[in-house]
């Protein structure tokens, strides 16, 4: 994201690159600006949707075809996570939600994230957001596979603590 800046927000300068307190960083050259570019991730909440006892993972319109994920989304200006996990999971899926418990806070380096995920119990009828996705399907928790990176670190988190031990 570092590389999309290359003039300084406040004065119009350009940024040149430098170390800066440890680690390379985009700053100002402009005299007396001082403007720093810091690169902190974005926050984005995930959501762990248990839905009629089946978990629901969801297509987004450009991921290949057999590709399934959870419901995420970026956390809003003036917004609690847990309110903007429900509300992407009302956006995306249609469903009303409840959070049932914070799984955990994951990096996600590859695109300067920090992902908030929650287990989320919904209730209603399934409506895709058709703009940004194709497809979902319910999987049994006991089926429910965690991948390698991102999301998929806290679908593992979940699955150890709610299908490996039993709790519902």
Same mark, same amino acid.
């Given at each position: 994201?570092?590389?999309?800046?290359?003039?300084?927000?406040?004065?119009?300068?350009?940024?040149?690159?430098?170390?800066?307190?440890?680690?390379?960083?985009?700053?100002?050259?402009?005299?007396?600006?001082?403007?720093?570019?810091?690169?902190?991730?974005?926050?984005?909440?995930?959501?762990?949707?248990?839905?009629?006892?089946?978990?629901?993972?969801?297509?987004?319109?450009?991921?290949?075809?057999?590709?399934?994920?959870?419901?995420?989304?970026? %956390?809003? *200006?003036?917004?609690?996570?847990?309110?903007?996990? =429900? @509300?992407?999971?009302?956006?995306?899926? /249609? +469903?009303?939600?409840?959070?049932?418990?914070?799984?955990?806070?994951?990096?996600?380096?590859?695109?300067?994230?920090?992902?908030?995920?929650?287990?989320?119990?919904?209730?209603?009828?399934?409506?895709?957001?058709?703009?940004? %996705?194709? *497809?979902?399907?319910?999987?049994?928790?006991?089926? =429910? @596979?965690?991948?390698?990176?991102?999301? /998929? +670190?806290?679908?593992?988190?979940?699955?150890?603590?709610?299908?490996?031990?039993?709790?519902?």
């Amino acid at each position: 994201m570092a590389d999309e800046f290359k003039f300084c927000p406040r004065c119009g300068s350009a940024l040149g690159t430098r170390e800066h307190h440890g680690k390379e960083r985009k700053l100002c050259e402009g005299a007396g600006c001082g403007y720093v570019y810091w690169g902190n991730p974005t926050p984005v909440v995930a959501a762990i949707i248990e839905h009629e006892g089946q978990m629901l993972l969801a297509r987004g319109k450009s991921w290949p075809e057999k590709m399934f994920a959870l419901v995420t989304g970026f %956390l809003e *200006a003036a917004e609690t996570p847990q309110q903007g996990v =429900l @509300r992407e999971v009302k956006e995306e899926v /249609g +469903l009303d939600g409840e959070v049932v418990s914070l799984v955990g806070v994951y990096p996600f380096e590859m695109r300067n994230e920090l992902i908030i995920a929650f287990h989320v119990r919904t209730s209603g009828t399934i409506t895709l957001n058709e703009q940004e %996705l194709a *497809a979902y399907k319910l999987v049994p928790k006991e089926k =429910l @596979r965690a991948w390698p990176m991102g999301t /998929g +670190l806290a679908v593992q988190d979940w699955i150890d603590t709610h299908v490996k031990s039993g709790v519902a």
